[in-house]
């Protein structure tokens, strides 16, 4: 029997032509059957403040109940100076609190991502790695993908265009979908 996971896409990026926008919406046009992919938006959400937890923004409160509704979590982001881009950092910490109301805990969780260069994502993906093992997200053994040099990467409609990197994200999409 095939059960159909939803999965919440979490993009580091606030650009509506980010990169990495692009890169969730091939992922949707490349799932399995299996597999429903949707964009969890971040860029509403109002910076954290524990002060605020006794009566949350109704951006969080919504934003909790998306997450608590997936089954799993793919976050795709862009590098930020080495590190994870303020809005995901932001997103975490909607999510896992108030203490003891953690919606990331237990689903199962990937990272993905694109910026410029050969390196690319090697830093935000090493330290998001790190806080989500913190806030119990399990996360798809040996995932490190990551891709560089976006500008090849699509045509001017958002299609990507190197068919090594279609079958690198399919095999990325089987891989997960089998892991959850």
Do not use: C
Not at 100 to 108: F, Q, R, S, Y
């Amino acid at each position: 029997m095939t059960t159909n996971n939803v999965v919440a896409m979490i993009i580091g990026s606030l650009r509506k032509l980010s990169y990495n926008r692009k890169l969730a919406t091939a992922l949707i046009s490349l799932a399995p059957a299996q597999l429903t992919l949707r964009i969890v938006e971040i860029d509403s959400l109002p910076f954290y403040n524990r002060d605020r937890d006794i009566a949350p923004p109704v951006e969080w409160t919504l934003f909790r109940e998306n997450i608590s509704a997936v089954d799993a979590i793919i976050f795709i982001t862009p590098e930020q100076n080495r590190s994870i881009p303020p809005p995901v950092i932001n997103a975490l910490d909607i999510g896992s609190r108030p203490y003891g109301h953690n919606v990331w805990k237990g689903k199962p969780g990937a990272i993905i991502g694109i910026s410029a260069g050969q390196v690319s994502e090697f830093g935000t993906n090493q330290h998001l790695r790190d806080a989500l093992m913190h806030l119990d997200v399990p996360l798809l053994p040996h995932s490190d993908f990551y891709l560089g040099h976006p500008e090849i990467l699509f045509d001017e409609n958002g299609n990507i265009v190197d068919i090594g990197t279609e079958d690198f994200l399919r095999k990325f999409l089987a891989e997960y979908d089998l892991w959850i």
